[in-house]
């Protein structure tokens, strides 16, 4: 895992595609997460030197042509090993690889979590429909169709991806 602090220019980076993006279609935050999802995928691409895309089936292209899709999720808590990354199965975009990140809800702080080629993810994560209990938290019900995988399971980022 990788943590690193944002900047202000990427913070107002994301703000600014934020807003032009509004919200997506089937959005659970109705457009919310949309700066967080896009600052992860701008402090990725910054971290190591990939080209923003944004297509629906992918956001970053490696410089050898991989095909790069960020998922994350906010909250102020440390990520740990035990703790949950997700795919909603309605969106399995056609990319070579998952990189995985937890950005703090104030946005000054994100944890790079991992990678998981898109094949080996879909082969070996859990399948949680909706209405699963999550297993560390009988409260907690799953809203989505996810396949999901835990943090320590995940690839880190001194693997070549």
Same mark, same amino acid.
């Given at each position: ?9 990427? !913070? ?32 990725y691409? +910054? ?9 629906y089936?992918?956001d ?5 042509g ?22 909603? !199965? ?5 990319? +070579? %690889?998952?990189? %995985?990140a937890?950005v ?9 979590l991992?990678w ?5 993810? !879909? ?11 999550d297993? +560390?938290?009988?409260?907690?019900r ?5 396949l999901?995988?835990?943090?320590? +399971?995940?690839?880190? %980022?001194?693997?070549?991806?």
């Amino acid at each position: 895992m990788i943590e690193l602090k944002t900047t202000e220019a990427q !913070r107002n980076k994301a703000k600014e595609l934020a807003e032009e993006m509004g919200s997506l279609k089937h959005s659970m935050l109705r457009g919310a997460g949309n700066i967080r999802g896009l600052l992860a995928e701008i402090v990725y691409a +910054d971290k190591f030197g990939l080209q923003i895309a944004s297509t629906y089936n992918y956001d970053l292209l490696t410089k050898n042509g991989k095909r790069v899709d960020v998922k994350s999720k906010g909250g102020w808590q440390v990520p740990q090993p035990h703790h949950w990354v997700a795919v909603e !199965r309605r969106f399995e975009q056609d990319c +070579d %690889f998952y990189v %995985f990140a937890r950005v703090r809800k104030d946005l000054e702080l994100i944890w790079l979590l991992g990678w998981m080629p898109t094949i080996e993810f !879909r082969r070996t994560a859990l399948h949680f429909p909706p209405g699963t209990q999550d297993p +560390d938290d009988p409260s907690f019900r799953n809203k989505l169709d996810n396949l999901q995988m835990r943090n320590k +399971d995940l690839r880190q %980022f001194d693997e070549q991806a």
